[in-house]
């Protein structure tokens, strides 16, 4: 344990020493926030924080990947990247937080969303399951007023008399 908190006090002692433009932090990190709140609002199911949290969780764990591996090509490439275009730098900087994060977005588990998809599924299957049942309670209610209604003109007691078959006239009493 106290081998865990040296390095975690060497990596913060290294972390203090890292000068961090706002406008770069802004850039590598505000497509995170917006996809994880894309997310949370079309989680199935309705809106889900939990979903967004977990994207969010992966997605600044790839952008935080990308910066390092960046900052550690740009110690490694040392002085060749100098004379490359400006804005060609800037694009192989913050390309490299793609790598990471896509490779994180499908290989890391996704116990939230999954969750979520699941209680869709089976509200989905329940809504369908009650509908089926109304519809053949609908259908019964049909069939169960036809017979009543067939029984009622075959009743014996409402069948036309003979007097009133041999004259042509019908009545019912």
Request: negative net charge.
């Amino acid at each position: 344990m106290r081998g865990l908190g040296q390095m975690l006090q060497g990596l913060s002692s290294q972390l203090g020493k890292v000068k961090v433009d706002p406008l770069e932090a802004g850039m590598r990190f505000a497509p995170d926030l917006l996809f994880a709140g894309m997310a949370a609002a079309t989680a199935p199911g309705g809106p889900s924080l939990a979903v967004g949290a977990e994207d969010l969780g992966i997605s600044l764990l790839g952008s935080g990947l990308g910066w390092g591996i960046s900052g550690a090509a740009r110690r490694f490439a040392g002085d060749r990247l100098k004379g490359l275009d400006p804005r060609m730098t800037t694009a192989l900087e913050y390309g490299t937080d793609l790598v990471p994060t896509m490779a994180l977005q499908y290989a890391m588990p996704r116990p939230q969303l999954m969750n979520a998809i699941e209680t869709a599924t089976r509200d989905e299957q329940e809504r369908q399951r009650l509908l089926a049942e109304q519809e053949q309670l609908t259908n019964l209610e049909q069939l169960g007023l036809a017979g009543f209604a067939g029984g009622l003109l075959a009743s014996p007691a409402l069948a036309p008399t003979p007097a009133a078959l041999s004259t042509g006239f019908t009545a019912m009493v």
